[in-house]
């Protein structure tokens, strides 16, 4: 700035707009054999080997980006492995949104014995697909996406690989679709006592699909389409991820590994299953997602509606918020305007029913505020969904004077 005459300073004295990421990016664990990577044909209707593609799997890792499902479903639509059921199960919900795709590599000769879940539970396979589960963290960085939603349908449901999912959506504050895959009921009790996360979602049972492919149908795990169902709900509107998908209809499927019972207002299978965490599938007006819970011991977050809006805040104001590090510590009056601008909108758009942001009484000492170490605290409550509703249907006769008239008394 010059010593004499006039001098401008250029300066920003307002709260700033925060803005909640819409998009819900799904990461994807998948096998493939290399060599059925095709580009159409040639002249003679032999298939082309796609080897960019080959080639792009390889340099990366295993680890792909794609801006929208439909890519990817184009790309493996000729594959043979796990992959390319799980794109139909996820663009079959009517939801084009970011894929992060973790191939795992196999031979023609893996894929065709028996069926995954009994196959890739060898230790070779295994120990490769829960590598490619650990992508996850290393695709944040390389594509500048975080994954909101982690699958590896034909995988999860063993326990080693349940545990990196669960990990790993842990570390980016993400949630992992896992199949439980249980044989009735009591299995699926069972089996739900190794679960205790509010970073699970556990679905079953596995579903029936047709297979333009083999020409057959087939059951397949159930966990890509619901991710699909999700993403799907969250880009209907500006606040979807606020919403869930339970009792909407699942797309693409004509049936169930198992039938589930559902009877109105009575206790059933469907209800059981739902009280324990699970997520399953009922034939009610076509076949519906029914449940949309964890399985964490605490029960303010057995609610996954909760934990998806607290973790879509937090990452918001993560982001918001950044511009106020390493700046005077009188612009935090507009960083705390900030916050509050973003929960009052929330507010009006009635996914919270009320909120406070207020700096804490107590961590705000002398010594924290010399060392320049600031305390915000926001309160708020989200809005509920309806998972109950109670009527109830008295007989009264204090109408009888009105039947004592059309009687002509």
């Not at 493996?76 to 492995?81: A, K, L």
Request: contains cysteine.
């Amino acid at each position: 700035m010059s010593n004499f005459g006039t001098n401008v300073v250029i300066g920003a004295k307002a709260s700033r707009p925060i803005f909640i990421e819409s998009q819900t990016p799904i990461f994807i664990v998948g096998t493939v054999v290399l060599s059925t990577l095709t580009a159409g044909t040639d002249k003679d209707g032999k298939p082309i080997i796609n080897k960019d593609l080959q080639a792009k799997i390889k340099e990366n890792d295993g680890l792909l980006f794609y801006g929208k499902s439909d890519d990817a479903k184009a790309d493996f639509v000729e594959s043979t492995g796990t992959l390319r059921n799980v794109l139909d199960g996820i663009t079959d919900q009517n939801v084009s949104t970011k894929l992060i795709i973790a191939v795992v590599s196999i031979t023609k000769e893996q894929s065709e014995k028996k069926t995954p879940e009994e196959f890739y539970d060898t230790p070779a396979i295994k120990s490769n697909i829960i590598k490619a589960i650990a992508g996850a963290k290393t695709a944040t960085a390389l594509y500048g996406t975080k994954s909101n939603l982690l699958i590896a349908p034909r995988f999860s449901h063993d326990l080693d690989v349940k545990a990196e999912l669960e990990s790993v959506a842990s570390s980016l504050s993400a949630t992992a679709i896992v199949d439980l895959n249980a044989t009735d009921e009591a299995d699926a009790t069972v089996k739900m006592k190794n679960y205790g996360s509010k970073r699970l979602l556990v679905c079953d049972p596995y579903v029936k699909v047709w297979d333009t492919k083999l020409d057959k149908t087939i059951t397949e795990p159930s966990s890509a389409r619901v991710a699909g169902m999700i993403a799907h709900t969250d880009s209907l509107k500006e606040y979807g991820w606020a919403d869930i998908p339970s009792n909407q209809v699942m797309q693409g499927i004509s049936g169930t590994s198992r039938v589930i019972e559902f009877i109105y207002g009575q206790e059933c299978e469907a209800d059981r299953l739902r009280t324990l965490g699970i997520t399953t599938i009922i034939n009610i007006q076509g076949f519906r997602l029914w449940g949309f819970d964890t399985t964490d011991q605490d029960f303010i977050w057995k609610s996954l509606q909760r934990v998806r809006i607290f973790d879509r805040v937090a990452d918001a104001v993560l982001k918001g918020l950044f511009w106020a590090i390493d700046k005077r510590a009188d612009q935090l009056i507009y960083a705390k305007e900030s916050a509050e601008g973003l929960l009052r909108s929330l507010k009006g758009a009635n996914v919270l029913v009320g909120y406070e942001v207020f700096w804490h009484p107590e961590k705000n000492t002398k010594e924290a505020l010399t060392a320049g170490k600031f305390y915000l605290v926001a309160d708020f409550q989200n809005m509920p969904t309806v998972n109950r509703l109670e009527i109830e249907c008295n007989f009264v006769d204090k109408h009888s004077g009105v039947l004592m008239k059309m009687i002509g008394a």
